[in-house]
Nanobody, 115 residues
């Protein structure tokens, strides 16, 4: 069982930035996909951004050119640099790891964009 540990959510003003992080303690498979999904109030969970271990990046249209996903030096940590944030980015952000046909989820970190 892989435990994902998220941190770095919070309150930010429109136009501001946040950088939540997610760590998968211990060893993970060399072939994997890590990413961030988000769920706004009253809406379904949706993909924000993913990064595959082979280097492929994928972004939702709503965050493209504003958000950047990248891994730490140990490769089992993933960050989501969120810039030029908008009120519609308000959501619980969930870290996700997919490996060996299994998906693991973090408990989520709340991000609120409001003045």
């Amino acid at each position: 069982q892989v435990q994902l540990v998220e941190s770095g959510g919070g309150l930010v003003q429109p136009g501001g930035s946040l950088r939540p992080s997610c760590a998968a303690p211990g060893s993970i498979f060399s072939i994997n996909t890590m990413g961030w999904h988000r769920q706004a109030p009253g809406k379904q969970r949706e993909l924000a951004a993913t990064t595959r271990s082979i280097g492929t990046l994928n972004y939702a249209d709503a965050v493209k050119d504003r958000f950047t996903i990248f891994r730490g030096t140990t490769k089992n940590t993933v960050f989501l640099q969120m810039n030029t944030m908008k009120p519609e980015d308000t959501a619980v952000y969930y870290c996700n790891l997919q490996q060996g046909g299994t998906a693991y989820w973090g408990k989520g970190t709340l991000v609120t964009v409001s003045s």
